[in-house]
């Protein structure tokens, strides 16, 4: 298994903004992975983040509004850039540790005004 | 990637037998079904997993019927805790391909 924390849990933002969302697994994972969730929706995959490599971003989701770091095995952010109402949402970071489970974080409460 | 089909929402007694159904007509050879558990203001939490017939943890079973067209989560003597929104994904393997669906909200009562 794979426990996920991240930073900051809620957070209240100004329109026009940026927030870097911090991501931590207790161990050394190869596939990172980002989510955003409406509330009472459901999940939409954001991108892949991949220790060494360029984020892998879904349809939809373009680097420059949500830039990712993946510096090392265990560590990756997620910053939601000039925020807009709609970027409202719950932000969540998920692990692949290779056994056919997928590992979710707690995730990031956000609420722009 | 297939399509899931679930109720949107159940509700239930402390102590029954639950069981959610997810229809899954175009289901491929290679995909596997797969349910998470979420509570509020946490992330999914995987439940079980299975590709036919029966696969059973100490959580949970499901029942997959030979056509493999739908699937069966069972929770067996649910309790207040179970309350949670639960999903079916189906899909080739590695899991964070597969699309989510809008999931069923459970409500266990006392």
């Known amino acids: 298994s794979a426990v996920i924390s991240q930073k900051p849990s809620r957070d209240i933002c100004q329109r026009g903004t940026s927030l870097t969302i911090q991501c931590q697994v207790d161990?050394?994972?190869?596939?990172m992975f980002w989510y955003r969730q409406q509330p009472g929706q459901s999940l939409t995959l954001i991108a892949t983040?991949?220790?060494?490599?360029?984020?892998?971003?879904e349809s939809g989701f373009v680097i420059d509004k949500f830039p990712i770091s993946r510096p090392n095995l265990t560590f990756s952010t997620l910053t939601v850039s000039n925020m807009s109402p709609e970027d409202s949402s719950i932000y969540l970071c998920?692990?692949?540790?290779?056994?056919?489970?997928?590992?979710f974080g707690p995730g990031t409460r956000l609420t722009v005004t | 990637l297939a399509k899931t089909t679930q109720p949107i929402s159940m509700d239930s007694y402390e102590g029954q037998e639950v069981n959610i159904t997810c229809s899954h007509n175009?289901?491929?050879?290679?995909?596997?079904i797969t349910w998470y558990q979420q509570f509020p203001s946490q992330g999914p939490r995987f439940i079980i997993q299975?590709?036919?017939?029966?696969v059973t943890n100490e959580v949970a079973s499901l029942f997959i019927p030979a056509d493999r067209k739908s699937s069966t989560l069972s929770l067996p003597r649910v309790s207040l805790s179970d309350t949670a929104v639960y999903y079916c994904?189906?899909?080739?393997?590695?899991?964070?391909?597969?699309?989510w669906g809008a999931g069923t909200k459970l409500i266990i009562k006392p």
């Open positions: 998920s692990v692949d540790p290779g056994v056919d489970e997928q590992y």
């Open positions: 983040a991949n220790q060494g490599s360029e984020a892998t971003y």
């Open positions: 161990s050394q994972v190869t596939m």
């Open positions: 175009n289901i491929a050879t290679n995909d596997y």
């Open positions: 299975g590709y036919k017939t029966k």
């Open positions: 994904l189906v899909g080739d393997l590695p899991l964070y391909q597969l699309i």
